[in-house]
């Protein structure tokens, strides 16, 4: 059966931005205004958010409910504020998980004197039942220069996050999972088939947007799904190292 390798390129995504209050965002996914049918979630990942705050620059109190909601800043620093009663701040590294569970409000502002990036990541959980809970993992609690680290694990919505950082010339096996979905944070990326697994003279994959390559670069995506045939694999291309998020899914 052909694998299917759908390429999102960073340039195609929904600008949802608010410029004058100095917020920028990049939706991968239907969201807010923008509505497309065919692009409404990918398994329980319902949104991929690229953020950038100027400072000063936030998102004032507004609610949330029924949804997992998974934070990865890769620049500045995100005061988050909700309520259950939680202040933290959240810095590159770090990953923040807020379960909205039957409803709960929060304030995400950028009150340092830098600018800020983050990736929002929205999915749907299993059941729609329970109470809001909070939780923040720190970068100097989790492995430091693995290949493949597991961030978060998120029993409510079957899914596993992933953080991979790729070395030139080191091919590094995706996470195993029904659904995967691909996000590269910086450099880039070239994946396939495991070398064992391509025959000679056989393409890579069955990619769609007119990218036969398969090459990733930095806020370009990939989903993936079907029934996978082999393993497949990612390497850094070019001469400096790469860094993406991996959603392992059971669909």
């Known amino acids: 059966m052909v694998r299917v390798i759908d390429v999102r390129r960073s340039g195609d995504r929904y600008r949802g931005s608010e410029p004058p209050s100095g917020i920028n965002s990049l939706h991968a996914f239907s969201f807010g205004r923008h509505y497309d049918p065919d692009n409404l979630r990918f398994?329980?990942?319902?949104?991929?958010?690229?953020?950038?705050?100027?400072?000063?620059?936030?998102?004032?109190?507004?609610?949330?409910?029924?949804?997992e909601?998974?934070?990865?800043?890769?620049?500045?620093?995100?005061?988050h504020q909700d309520s259950t009663g939680h202040t933290t701040v959240v810095r590159p590294g770090d990953v923040q998980h807020l379960s909205a569970a039957s409803g709960v409000r929060h304030v995400e502002r950028n009150d340092g004197p830098a600018p800020l990036a983050f990736l929002q990541m929205w999915l749907a959980p299993l059941t729609w039942d329970g109470t809001p809970a909070y939780s923040l993992i720190r970068r100097e609690d989790l492995p430091q220069d693995h290949p493949d680290t597991v961030v978060l694990t998120l029993p409510a919505a079957a899914a596993t996050l992933h953080h991979l950082q790729l070395t030139p010339g080191r091919p590094q096996p995706l996470p195993e999972a029904p659904l995967r979905y691909v996000h590269v944070l910086n450099g880039q990326v070239r994946f396939g088939p495991a070398p064992a697994e391509a025959p000679s003279g056989a393409p890579e994959a069955d990619v769609r947007h007119g990218t036969p390559a398969a090459e990733l670069g930095p806020g370009d995506s990939a989903r993936i799904g079907a029934p996978a045939e082999g393993p497949l694999t990612l390497m850094a291309h070019g001469e400096t190292p790469a860094e993406?998020?991996?959603?392992?899914?059971?669909?």
């Not at 990942?45 to 949804?67: I, K, Y």
């Not at 909601?69 to 005061?79: A, H, M, Q, R, S």
């Not at 993406?244 to 669909?251: H, I, Y």
């Open 69 to 79: 909601i998974v934070t990865w800043v890769t620049e500045g620093e995100l005061t």
């Open 43 to 67: 398994g329980p990942l319902l949104a991929c958010n690229e953020e950038r705050l100027a400072p000063g620059a936030g998102f004032d109190e507004h609610p949330h409910s029924h949804t």
């Open 244 to 251: 993406l998020l991996v959603w392992a899914m059971e669909g």
